[in-house]
């Protein structure tokens, strides 16, 4: 463990220094890794495992659009590419990465193949934390933790190829064997994370559904569509308010926070900018806030899990999710937004 300072509060983090992967392989070397659902984190957790040298198959039903994308990724049916079930059976750790939703209708197959020793893996704390709602309540005799990369599957996997690697939190909730935290971390190592800090399942799930729901991709869209708006309402063309709302900030802004903090953006932008920005930061965040205690508030109470399993475990849960990205796809904003893109020089 290297004790950082983050802003003066020290924390316990594990680095790929002190946690080699050749590490990680002597732990796992006995292992079957069965990674079950092939959705988003599927393929970055499975694919960098496998770059990496552990021993992992895939679980995943069939006929799928999963099942085809596993198949071109290299994983061999009936080698190292099976049904669920079959998965199951083989593991010694079951990296439990259906949608959080699925893991509710399939956790009593998972129940009955989760046998003594067993790991049990998720990338959420969502099912046990909820269990009240979900149901899963894994049995006292396998280790069972989670490690959850901070960020999209997709990104997992491309910052991987480009020998760079995403932040995890990692959490123990059950040690079985007395080696349930080398087990986390040694796949913590093994999914490519950047490094691992700790938490808690319920403060992994309370800190990522507020996040995604807040400034990640809620607020985000969100706040980006009021200040659209209210330019289109004054007059201005679609590009260049969508110039000034998002192309500005993906393009240039953010990166520079990215690179060395918010002030180091501001830094680089005009003493003009700098000035309102000051000023105006205070006015959105007091105004804002209601929303994000309403929000915590809504995720503590198991509200939003509830919404998210009542949804999600509709059979046309995709077609519904899909006609409103569709609507937001088709706005006059992000229409816009395409146009922008395409005019991107050197795309
Ligand atoms: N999407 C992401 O990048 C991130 C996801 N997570 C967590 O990782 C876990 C997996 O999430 P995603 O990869 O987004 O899942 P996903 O929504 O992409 O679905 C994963 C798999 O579930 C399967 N599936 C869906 N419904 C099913 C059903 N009824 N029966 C059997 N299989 C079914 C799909 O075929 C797919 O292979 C979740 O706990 C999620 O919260 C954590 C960090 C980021
Ligand atoms: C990418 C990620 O970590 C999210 C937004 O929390 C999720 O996909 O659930
Ligand atoms: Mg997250
Ligand atoms: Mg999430």
Redesign the pocket.
Known sequence: MAIMDFGGVKEDVVTREEFPLAKAREILASETIAVI??????PGQALNLKDNGFKVIVG??SP?K?YDKAVADGFVPGVTLFSPEEALEKATVIMY????A?QI??WPTVQKHLTKGKALY???G?GVTYKDRTGIVPPSDVDVFLV??K???TSLRRLFLEGKGLNSSYAIFQDATGRAKERALALGIGIGSGYLFETTFKNEVYSDLTGERGILMGALAGVMEAQYNVLRKNGHSPSEAFNETVEELTESLIKLVGENGMDWMYANTSTTAQRGALDWRKPFRDATAPVFEELYARVKAGEEAQRSIDTNSQPDYRVKLEAELAEIRDSEMWQAGKTVRSLRPGK
Do not use: E, I, K, T
Request: net charge neutral; no cysteine.
């Open positions: 659902g092939y959705g988003v984190q599927g995943q039903r799928s999963s990465l259906l949608s959080d699925a209708a399939m998720f990338s959420h969502f959850a990369p960020g999209s599957g």
